[in-house]
């Protein structure tokens, strides 16, 4: 289990949005390493996961991968949620997610210079879901293990 400036450099990776919820994140995450290391490992091990998926895996393949990180922590998102507003908000970042995931295989049929321009506006979109999803993720860990903000 590292630092929490070594997860910002594994985030730089996972893209620039959920950089910036984890630099934001940053001192609640400084106390959860200090005070619950197992819910600082889950946080870590998932902004890893959205990281290595990000850089190992291109084309419709490496978003779907990255969409499979995320649906995890939604999956998690809806068991836990404690009232109809989070589970309405988890459902919605699902529904996002499928509609995401069912415009991929149009990038196959598509001209490369298109396919490359939509390519980039789905990675931008992810990358704005992970950081929001990731954020919520780390607020209902703490908020499972009744750690205070």
């Given at each position: 289990m590292g630092k929490v400036g070594t997860l910002i450099k594994?985030?730089?990776?996972?893209?620039?949005?959920?950089?910036?919820a984890v630099r934001r994140l940053g001192p609640t995450l400084t106390r959860l390493r200090e005070e619950n290391p197992e819910?600082?490992?889950?946080?870590?091990?998932?902004?890893?996961r959205l990281a290595?998926?990000?850089?190992?895996?291109?084309?419709p393949e490496g978003?779907?991968?990255r969409i499979g990180v995320m649906r995890d922590q939604v999956a998690y998102l809806l068991a836990s949620a404690d009232d109809d507003g989070e589970r309405h908000r988890a459902q919605d970042w699902r529904r996002q997610?499928?509609?995401?995931?069912?415009?991929?295989?149009?990038?196959?049929a598509m001209s490369r210079q298109a396919a490359a321009r939509e390519a980039r506006h789905v990675d931008e979109r992810i990358d704005e879901l992970s950081a929001v999803?990731?954020?919520?993720?780390?607020d209902e860990q703490?908020?499972?293990h009744q750690l205070e903000p």
């Open positions: 594994v985030a730089v990776a996972a893209g620039p949005a959920v950089w910036e819910i600082y490992t889950l946080v870590s091990d998932q902004v890893t290595r998926t990000r850089r190992e895996s291109h084309g978003l779907r991968r997610l499928d509609k995401i995931e069912a415009s991929l295989p149009l990038l196959t999803i990731l954020s919520a993720y780390v703490r908020e499972d």
